[in-house]
């Protein structure tokens, strides 16, 4: 039987693109996406496609061709629930801040409880799908509560994780490298997996798409957003040495990358990698190796984490290093709130953490993104304050100030930091010799920057 009707839960930064996406490719499929918060249900529904709540370029241009065609978005989750044969799990996954496992565990609280209402409201057989990231085995753990369903329905559970990357979402699910479905080998795991190959392939080249058993497609998640942190800080504990030796860092890495057998990517020198995926999942995956007793696993993951964090302080101390060799006021411009250009993402970007040292340090700084929204970036910081309860509260607002444009750090003697690679940064060398630009994403022409990192 051709599947007709499927739930997403979760509206969010992979919920909202990949059912867009899904309901592009499969009109004839009515897909609901639902979500614990109204108000960003209703921002999906909104007429004007700048209000939808994710930016993603592409994204808005399907929305208008799918959205109450074949797409929806809807605040009933029972009733998608009810309505649908699949069923996508899309919550968010953070670590855990209490209990056992705190700071370091996956918290699984919004998938349980989607695992909950699924089995209150079923009457009859689906098909469940991780696509949220998650620890090993978490399928366990849903088939048990599942099994609690009154209405003696039958559930597969299959995981579908996510490879997308912001900014280039669309793209990335248009053109996945690979599709990825674990499901279990009985006769009805197979089944369900059957299903699922059936929709990708309507626009995914079949040897594209990977089917594997449960537990190898959820550690296969893990383990790739590991490997691709691990470039980045292998590259960034580089560029420290190559300040303390004088080589070059883009030259080191452009070397390295030559070789067909590294290959180029992710090896750009950076203020460390930001995003809510890959500190989490490295966490993941260190809680992980500790609980199986693989201590040496779990600090080989751990130092990547470690040598992010160390990048971050070590930009902190070069502004500063800058600032007292040329005597210039505690005043920072901070370009880039996001994690990386093209998202109005900014959950656990380097420039919350470099900014709220250099408040620490009694520093005025002013933000300036093209795509983040002004109270998103007080957030952040009071967010990190709430953690870290460093700051005095009542400085955080007094000492931060958004602007709208750049016009702000045309102020002459301003220090201006490059945090995040936007394109409207890559025109700042008019600006002339007024201003000093610290670019640590390393992303103008050498010749065109004032200072480098
Ligand atoms: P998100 O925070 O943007 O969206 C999750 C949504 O789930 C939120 O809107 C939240 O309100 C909703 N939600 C939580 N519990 C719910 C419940 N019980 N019922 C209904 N709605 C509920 O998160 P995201 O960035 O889309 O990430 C989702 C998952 O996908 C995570 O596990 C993440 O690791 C993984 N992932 C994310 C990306 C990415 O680029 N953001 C890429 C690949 C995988
Ligand atoms: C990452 C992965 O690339 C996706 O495959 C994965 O699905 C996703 O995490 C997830 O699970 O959430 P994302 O975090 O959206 O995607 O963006 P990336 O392009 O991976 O960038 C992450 C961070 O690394 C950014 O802060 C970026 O600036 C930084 N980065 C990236 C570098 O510092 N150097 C590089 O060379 C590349």
Known sequence: MKIKNICCIGAGYVGGPTMAVIALKCPEIKITVVDANKDKINKWNSSNLDDIPVFEPGLKEIISKTRNKNLFFSKDIDKAIEDAEIIF?????????????????????????????????????????????????????????????????????????????????????????????????????????????????????????????????????????????????????????????????????????????????????????????????????????????LHEVAEYWHQVIKINDYQRLRIVEKIVLFINKNKLSKEVSILGWSFKKDTNDSRESSSIYVAYELLKLDFKISVYDPKVNPERIIEDIKNLNNKRKKLNPNIIETNINICSNLNYIKKPKNIAVIMTEWEEFKNLENLGDKIFLLDFRNFIDKEKTTIRF
């Not at 700071?103 to 991780?130: F, H, P, Q, W």
């Not at 190898?216 to 292998?234: F, G, V």
């Not at 303390?244 to 067909?260: K, N």
């Not at 995003?275 to 190796?289: A, E, P, R």
């Open 89 to 293: 799990m899309a919550v968010n996954t953070p670590t855990k801040e209490e209990g056992e496992g705190a700071g370091m565990a996956t918290d699984l609280k919004y998938i349980e409880s989607c695992a909950k209402d699924i089995a209150r409201v079923s009457k009859g057989n689906k098909i469940v799908v991780e696509k949220s990231t998650l620890p090993v085995r978490t399928a366990e753990k849903i088939k048990e509560i599942l099994s609690l369903s009154k209405n003696n329905c039958k559930f597969e559970v299959i995981s579908n994780p996510e490879f997308l990357a912001e900014g280039t979402a669309i793209n990335d699910l248009f053109k996945s490298d690979r599709v990825l479905i674990g499901g279990e080998q009985s006769q009805s795991g197979k089944n369900a997996v059957k299903k699922l190959v059936e929709i990708y392939k309507r626009w995914i080249p079949e040897h594209k798409i990977l089917t594997v058993n449960v537990w190898s497609a959820e550690l296969s998640k893990l383990a790739s957003n590991a490997m691709l942190a691990q470039r980045i800080s292998s590259i960034n504990s580089l560029s420290a040495l190559c300040e303390a030796t004088g080589a070059e860092i883009d030259e080191v890495s452009s070397a390295v990358g030559r070789d067909h057998r590294i290959g180029s990517y992710f090896l750009k020198v950076s203020p460390g990698f930001g995003g809510s995926c890959f500190q989490k999942d490295i966490l993941n995956l260190v809680y992980l190796s500790k609980f199986y007793g």
